[in-house]
């Protein structure tokens, strides 16, 4: 393995900027050419990407913590429950 130096880390960095002018000039042309229908067709979707598709991955986390903690308390109390009738 080589070492790490500033020039190689300078380099790298260099080499990102340009992939990503490079991406994001090929992005801008893209856009350009393409008809307003085409256009509104790629906002919505991007609307959904960035707004839609976080919340429901949100709510999908949410209620999957919320049945374990609920299948927990269940478990807890059949357990609590079949103590107390082998005590008995």
């Known amino acids: 393995m080589s070492k790490l130096n500033s020039q190689a880390v300078m380099d790298l960095m ?29 906002a919505l979707i991007l609307a959904f990407i960035l707004t839609i598709l976080p919340l429901a991955m949100v709510l999908f986390a949410f209620f999957l913590v919320l049945k374990i903690a609920v299948g927990a308390c269940v478990v807890g109390g059949r357990r609590q429950r079949r103590r107390q009738e082998q005590q008995q």
């Open 14 to 42: 260099e080499e990102i900027f340009r992939a990503f002018a490079q991406t994001v000039r090929y992005g801008v042309r893209l856009v350009q050419r393409m008809s307003p229908p085409a256009l509104l067709g790629a």
